[in-house]
């Protein structure tokens, strides 16, 4: 399966909050990026996200859409995130949304990562074109 990997830049991020209750902050976000790598393009993403107000917890949900080029191929997609960070440890997963790729990126899927190191977005998305 091939792999794109790179990095992304975050080049706004609309944070909205629409509940602060104790316990955790909720919401929504609203992110735009610019990838580098094996993805060449640019993004919009929106989230909801939850961040505890006591441990520093916090976890997302959201979808994105890339429109650029997947190693040389050009069109647009959909990506699912799921996310959290507690005590330090974090997590992110990201999968294409079926069905969503258009152009040359028509019937595109697969799955990856995202690492953050010393404040720097690094992905990694494994895919397959059918």
Known sequence: MPRAEGTFDIDSWDER???ER?????SRVHVTKTF???LQGT???????????????AGY????RFTGTVDGREGTFVLQHNAERTAGEQWL??????DSGTGALRGIRGEGQITIEDGKHFYHLDYELG
């Open 17 to 19: 909050p629409y509940d």
């Open 22 to 26: 104790e316990g955790a902050k909720l």
């Open 36 to 38: 580098q790598g094996g």
């Open 43 to 57: 993004s919009t993403t929106d989230l909801i996200t939850a961040i505890a107000q006591v441990e520093s917890s």
């Open 61 to 64: 949900v959201g979808f994105e």
């Open 93 to 98: 997963t990201w999968r294409i949304l079926p």
